[in-house]
C-alpha cells in the first residue's frame, strides 16, 4: 500500500538527477583528458554520478514534463549541451595537434609516429609532448573546476530542455576553430622562426662550401636546434597555455549564450 506514494514522490527526484546527469555525461564524453579508451567505462560513470550527486544540492530544477517521449527528446538535448561545453576545451587540446604535426614535420620527426593511448590513432612525438604539458599545466591552475563551475551556470543559461540550434552557434564552433589554429601557430611560431634562420645559414653555407654535404649535415642540425628551441621556449608555452585556459570560462559562457538563446 505504501510503495505508489513512494514511488511517486521518488520520480520526481529520479527524473531531476537523470536530467542533471544526462549533461554532466555529455561533458565528460567529450572531455579530453577523459574521453580517450585509457580511462575504463566503469570509471566514467563513476564519476559523472559522483559528480551528480555533489551537485544535485547547488541545482534546482523546475518540474519536469511526465510525457516519455518529450522526457527523452529532452534527455538528448542535455547531452548535446555538455558535448558542446566539452567540445571548447576539446578544441583548444586540438590546436596542440595541429601545432605538433607542423613542428614534427619541419625539426625531421615526421616519420615518428606514436599510438596516442587516448583515442588509438597515431599521432606525432610532439603532440604527446604538448599534450602532456597542457594537461599537467591545465590540473595545476585548477581549469578542471572552471568546468565544474560551467555545469552548475549552464543551468542560469539553459534551462532544462531549454537549448535552441542557431546559425549562430555554427559561427562560434567556427571561430573556436580558427583559434585552434591560431594557438598552434603560436605554439610553433619559435621552431618555425629558428628552422627558417637555420635552413637560410645552411643555404649559405652550401653556397660557400660547395664540398659540403648539406642535405645530409641539415637532418641532425635541423633536429638538434628544433629540440633546443624547443627547450628553451618552455616557459613561454607554459604561460600561453596558461593564458588559454584562464579564457577558457569565456568561451563555455559564450556557448552556453548561444545555446540559450538560440
Known sequence: MTTAPSLHLLLPEFQSFLVLVSRIGGIVAAFPMLGGRTVPAQIKIALVVMLGIVLSPLIHLPPLSQDALEMTAGLVSESLIGLVIGLGVRLLFGALEVAGDLLGTQIGFGAVQLVDPMTAQHSSLLSEYFRI????????????????????????????????????????????????????????APVLVAMILLNLLLAMLGRAVAQINVFVLSFPLTIAGGLLVLGLALPYTVSLFEQEFTGLRDTIERLLRVLGHG
Request: net charge negative; glycine share 4%; aromatic share 8%.
Open 133 to 188: 604539458i597542457a594537461s599537467l599545466v591545465f590540473l595545476s591552475i585548477n581549469a578542471h573546476m572552471v568546468v565544474v563551475a560551467a555545469i552548475v551556470t549552464s543551468y542560469e543559461a539553459i534551462p532544462p530542455f531549454g537549448a535552441r540550434l542557431s546559425s549562430a552557434l555554427g559561427e562560434e564552433v567556427l571561430q573556436l576553430s580558427q583559434h585552434m589554429f591560431v594557438v598552434a601557430l603560436k605554439l610553433s
